[in-house]
């Protein structure tokens, strides 16, 4: 699967990216890592042109509540509604819901084992091939817990 | 894999300036379906040297100098696969800044998915369809590590070889026989310690070519030395190296062929056996492409 992994706004810490993105190659992904502070404009853009299939947005800044929406909804306003958003970081619980009821299918938080992402993606793909919706812009209330 | 209905209306849709549908269409070409659009007179630069030369770095510089002039500048930027695990990592579109900010603007990253013979059946076709799609400049970055790496180049019509002040891997470059390739050389970050001797280097091996390429010290940080190499980017006359080109390309095409051969690993088992010699293994091979 072809995945971007993005760092939104000001938040200039992507040990956490960085590793996540090593591990979604070693699990056999092409990933593309968009580098440091990018606005979700930008985001939208490498989404669009390098054609991926999910966009995981990594974001310790506690500006999650602005930058998720604004990406989510670029992507919809693009016609991406089939790509398929994950969150990870600092994005605590109580904050969580509001941003799956945007279409963000999983919010990996501090601790988890790059393996449970990996687990997310299979699944994700075995949702797209049936035909299942579990794109940002695809109505459902599915979600990775 | 002759188009279809969905594979014609992707293409209807990007030749009519979608870039939602011309991002799919890479992908199809990508995925090994065949495109039929008319070869288009296209402008191509090839970009390639050695890891951490600074090529996408100074292809953002590029980026920059070509937009602000009102041209559309499309980037194909190759990686390489894990041979492990088949993933990889595209990391050039992170070095160039300017890669997601305008319309005329469009980077795409491609990994070489351990295709048999490298990238080369594909890249011709993404770049007819770019050119057909009204991208003005097409620029090709591949990493220069191995000779099919290098020969993804030679699908340009011109060739930039980019290397750093400390590395002297140019002379890896003259083995793999790049160097014959390149219509100019950049020695980048010219503003570190060792570049000036670097580039002295490198003309000096080239001093005793017919037509040695133009070697420049540009830094794509500070972006000096920059417009005097777009310069010569310019005014480079693809037909130089063409005969040269041409070989490198018919020589990857018949590598994808060849590795593409469905006998060829039954060939192979007969040669490691020794049940057929080398001159049969080969006369097999012809046959079988009929």
């Known amino acids: 699967m072809k995945i971007i992994i993005a760092k939104p706004g000001l938040d200039g810490h992507d040990r956490g990216a960085k590793v996540i993105a090593r591990a979604l190659r070693d699990g056999g992904h092409e990933v593309i890592y968009t580098g440091l502070r990018k606005t979700p404009a930008e985001i939208v853009r490498a989404t669009l042109d390098e054609d991926a299939a999910a966009l995981g947005i990594s974001t310790l800044s506690g500006a999650h509540d602005v930058l998720i929406p604004s990406i989510c909804e670029g992507l919809i306003d693009e016609d991406l509604g089939e790509i398929v958003v994950f969150a990870g970081g600092i994005i605590p619980a109580s904050e969580r819901s509001g941003r799956h009821d945007m279409g963000v299918r999983a919010i990996f938080g501090p601790g988890t084992n790059t393996s449970e992402i990996l687990d997310f993606l299979s699944e994700i793909s075995l949702r797209k091939e049936s035909g299942k919706p579990v794109g940002v812009g695809e109505s459902s209330q599915w979600r990775w817990e | 894999?002759?188009?279809?209905?969905?594979?014609?209306?992707?293409?209807?849709?990007?030749?009519?300036?979608?870039?939602?549908?011309?991002?799919?269409?890479?992908?199809?070409?990508?995925?090994?379906?065949?495109?039929?659009?008319?070869?288009?007179?296209?402008?191509?630069?090839?970009?390639?040297?050695?890891?951490?030369?600074?090529?996408?770095?100074?292809?953002?510089?590029?980026?920059?100098?070509?937009?602000?002039?009102?041209?559309?500048?499309?980037?194909?930027?190759?990686?390489?696969?894990?041979?492990?695990?088949?993933?990889?990592?595209?990391?050039?579109?992170?070095?160039?800044?300017?890669?997601?900010?305008?319309?005329?603007?469009?980077?795409?990253?491609?990994?070489?998915?351990?295709?048999?013979?490298?990238?080369?059946?594909?890249?011709?076709?993404?770049?007819?369809?770019?050119?057909?799609?009204?991208?003005?400049?097409?620029?090709?970055?591949?990493?220069?590590?191995?000779?099919?790496?290098?020969?993804?180049?030679?699908?340009?019509?011109?060739?930039?070889?980019?290397?750093?002040?400390?590395?002297?891997?140019?002379?890896?470059?003259?083995?793999?026989?790049?160097?014959?390739?390149?219509?100019?050389?950049?020695?980048?970050?010219?503003?570190?310690?060792?570049?000036?001797?670097?580039?002295?280097?490198?003309?000096?091996?080239?001093?005793?070519?017919?037509?040695?390429?133009?070697?420049?010290?540009?830094?794509?940080?500070?972006?000096?030395?920059?417009?005097?190499?777009?310069?010569?980017?310019?005014?480079?006359?693809?037909?130089?190296?063409?005969?040269?080109?041409?070989?490198?390309?018919?020589?990857?095409?018949?590598d994808f062929r060849l590795l593409n051969n469905p006998e060829i690993n039954g060939v192979i088992d007969l040669l490691e056996t020794g049940s057929i010699t080398l001159e049969e293994a080969v006369k097999r091979l012809i046959q079988s492409e009929g």
Not at chain 2, 3 to 26: F, N, P, Q
Not at chain 2, 100 to 115: E, P, Y
Not at chain 2, 116 to 132: E, F, N, Q, R, V
Not at chain 2, 207 to 236: F, K, R
């Open chain 2, 1 to 254: 894999m002759a188009m279809g209905v969905r594979e014609e209306e992707i293409l209807r849709s990007a030749l009519k300036g979608s870039r939602r549908d011309l991002s799919r269409l890479l992908s199809l070409i990508e995925s090994g379906q065949e495109i039929n659009v008319h070869t288009q007179d296209s402008w191509t630069l090839g970009v390639t040297g050695p890891p951490g030369s600074g090529k996408s770095s100074l292809i953002g510089n590029f980026v920059n100098y070509w937009s602000s002039r009102g041209d559309k500048v499309a980037v194909l930027a190759v990686d390489p696969s894990s041979p492990n695990s088949g993933g990889a990592l595209l990391g050039d579109r992170m070095r160039m800044p300017s890669a997601d900010s305008g319309d005329s603007v469009f980077v795409r990253s491609l990994a070489t998915r351990n295709h048999p013979g490298g990238l080369s059946a594909y890249i011709s076709t993404m770049i007819d369809c770019l050119a057909a799609c009204g991208w003005d400049r097409i620029v090709i970055e591949t990493v220069g590590s191995g000779q099919s790496d290098y020969r993804i180049a030679a699908f340009a019509d011109r060739i930039l070889l980019v290397d750093g002040p400390d590395r002297g891997d140019i002379v890896q470059a003259e083995k793999a026989g790049i160097i014959e390739l390149a219509d100019i050389i950049a020695v980048n970050k010219s503003d570190m310690e060792g570049s000036e001797k670097a580039a002295e280097a490198i003309r000096s091996a080239l001093s005793m070519d017919e037509n040695p390429p133009p070697v420049h010290l540009v830094c794509s940080h500070d972006g000096s030395g920059i417009a005097a190499m777009m310069d010569d980017i310019e005014n480079c006359t693809p037909g130089a190296r063409s005969r040269l080109r041409a070989r490198e390309r018919l020589i990857s095409a018949w």
